[in-house]
């Protein structure tokens, strides 16, 4: 929440600011890894800019679109007034008509912060994320074919990536392979992190030598 906002939010645009990192900081011979919405915006970057690419991981998502599963955290997220709550226990009573996990709830509530004059806030672009969910919904773009060594890994609980989705992602990553970690859910990585460090950690492991 501390990075610049902006009055655009689509993948192009976190694409652009990835490219931006990686020019500001002279990087070469990336190994880019991105989780859910994370993963597509790396799959929107491998595409435009495999020559920057040593290899690829994508976390529990598919380059196909997805439908809008947010819209109760963010009526429950527009429904918090500052103006009237002055309390992160006020926050949260209000989260709590529209959110019943104690988990989203509590990281919701991080995002709150004090503004001037002793005025609560949120700290992500609340507006913006509103106006523009919808642009993330959509699909990779298929016009391109990345040949970049790339890693799919999925939560076998999760039905993010099903298997019906791997045609797509092998004419999109041709030279791709996807994991299962077992027991796991769309947060793999913090479901199942032993399990999934050492599956990235065996993909990459060449590139460390």
Partial sequence: GLSPHSDVWNYQVMSDDILELVHDNNLQNIILMGHSMG??????FAIQHQDLL???????????????TNQD???ALNSVDFTIV????????????????????????????????????????LKVITEELENTMVATPAN??????????RGEKSNYILDEDL????????????ETIVNAGHWVHSEKPKEFFECVMKFIKPSLL
Avoid: H
């Fill in 144 to 153: 391109k074919i990345c040949n970049t060594p790339a890693l799919f890994i």
């Fill in 54 to 68: 040593d290899k690829l991981i994508v976390v529990d998502i598919a380059p196909k679109p997805y439908p809008n």
């Fill in 86 to 125: 002055k309390t992160r226990k006020e926050a949260e009573t209000v989260l709590s008509k529209y959110i019943t996990d104690f988990g989203t709830k509590q990281f919701l509530l991080k995002n709150i912060y004090w503004k001037e004059n002793n005025d609560l806030d949120w700290r992500f672009n």
């Fill in 167 to 178: 045609n797509l992602i092998q004419d999109i990553f041709p030279n791709s392979i996807l």
């Fill in 39 to 44: 993963g597509k915006v790396a799959m929107q």
């Fill in 73 to 75: 955290v963010l009526e």
